[in-house]
């Protein structure tokens, strides 16, 4: 759904996906800590927002549109800025492109969110492949920060209730709030170091040498070859051989380094019809947004900032398909203290 995001600017078909995955996210989610995630997400995207309008606001031109909205003070700038004005003239038409482009953000950011509310950090990591065990613990620590920082915030303002502090202080819940969330993912990453987690077996140096060079080159091409199709900095055939072959390297480093990590299988997730029904939803999603902007579907961008946004077909339809996994994924299990 973020790759589906990040190609188009349409305000219908970007509170489209919200919608869908704000559905997914309800219909989905658990009782584990992580599951309340989302709401912060929604309110970090709202803040996007509103941080962009009004830059957009202090920094706009007349360039940017002809329809004055108010008029602020302004700023006189040296003249090394003489490229720069605070202040001036507001156009509705920089208001609105600030408003189109900030909800792009804000939607792909609700969309990293609904990832981290519905999906668990703990059996995520147990798919990590072999060859990246060096990062394991560090993606640990990433994976639980922010969804135990939200678990925490919301213990913190409890407990000041139960004390009669209805009054929010930033400089007193700020720092339990950040010490808690970080020392329970430390604590996680401590307790998979004791229990032996990513533990190598016995591999001579020049293999481990090409496995690390593999990843690296792997997860470069990878970056590439997705930044190239997501911006069109590249043309199509040379973006596709950079993920192609930052693919195969990736793959290539997996199999490697699967034959130097001793790994158990107590108790593996199983991968049957439900699964694959949700990955094959995502991808639907993502494939007909791109899909249509390679084919340059009308709607997808506006002509102007002030039109009227259409609805493009084959957009709704692939966004709709997202909806799938709100019945198909497999049943809702209790959280793991």
């Known amino acids: 759904m973020a790759v589906a995001a990040s190609r188009t600017r349409n305000p219908v078909l970007l509170v489209l996906i919200l919608a869908v995955t704000g559905f997914v996210v309800s219909a989905r989610r658990s009782d584990a800590p992580w599951a309340h995630s989302f709401t912060a997400f929604l309110k970090l995207g709202l803040?996007?927002?509103?941080?962009?309008?009004?830059?957009?606001?202090?920094l706009s031109t007349r360039s940017q549109?002809?329809?004055?909205?108010?008029?602020?003070?302004?700023?006189?700038?040296?003249?090394?800025?003489?490229?720069?004005?605070?202040?001036?003239?507001?156009?509705?038409?920089?208001?609105?492109?600030?408003?189109y482009d900030g909800g792009q953000l804000a939607v792909m950011l609700c969309c990293v969110g609904a990832a981290n509310a519905l999906a668990s950090p703990r059996r995520l990591l147990k798919s990590l492949p072999g060859a990246l065990y060096e990062m394991g613990v560090a993606c640990v620590v990433a994976l639980t920060f922010a969804p135990q920082l939200v678990t925490?915030?919301?213990?913190?303002?409890?407990?000041?209730?139960?004390?009669?502090?209805?009054r929010a202080s930033f400089r007193t819940t700020a720092?339990?709030?950040?010490?808690?969330?970080?020392?329970?993912?430390?604590?996680l990453a401590a307790a998979m170091d004791s229990r032996g987690y990513g533990r190598t077996a016995q591999a001579p140096r020049a293999q481990r040498r090409i496995t690390a060079l593999c990843v690296l080159l792997g997860l470069l091409g990878i970056l590439l070859g997705v930044y190239a199709l997501l911006t069109d900095s590249m043309v199509f055939p040379l973006a596709a051989g950079a993920l192609a072959v930052g693919v195969l390297l990736a793959v290539a480093a997996m199999a490697i380094g699967r034959q130097r990590v001793s790994r158990t299988r107590y108790r593996p997730d199983p991968w049957a019809l439900p699964e694959w029904l949700v990955v094959a939803a995502g991808a639907v999603a993502a494939g007909a947004m791109v899909t249509a902007a390679v084919l340059g579907v009308?709607?997808?961008?506006?002509?102007?900032?002030?039109?009227?946004?259409?609805?493009?077909?084959?957009?709704?339809?692939?966004?709709?398909?997202?909806?799938?996994?709100?019945?198909?994924?497999?049943?809702?299990?209790?959280?793991?203290a």
Not at 48 to 58: E, F, K, S, T, Y
Not at 74 to 93: C, F, H, N, R, S
């Open 47 to 58: 803040l996007v927002i509103g941080v962009r309008v009004v830059l957009q606001a202090l």
């Open 65 to 99: 549109g002809n329809t004055v909205l108010f008029t602020l003070p302004q700023i006189p700038l040296p003249d090394w800025a003489a490229g720069v004005k605070l202040g001036g003239q507001v156009t509705a038409e920089a208001l609105v492109t600030a408003l």
């Open 152 to 166: 925490d915030g919301r213990r913190v303002r409890a407990a000041r209730r139960l004390r009669g502090r209805t």
């Open 175 to 187: 720092m339990p709030v950040l010490e808690g969330a970080l020392d329970r993912s430390v604590e």
């Open 298 to 336: 009308n709607g997808l961008l506006l002509a102007g900032p002030l039109v009227v946004p259409p609805v493009p077909v084959l957009p709704v339809v692939g966004v709709l398909i997202g909806l799938a996994p709100a019945l198909a994924a497999p049943p809702l299990k209790k959280a793991v």
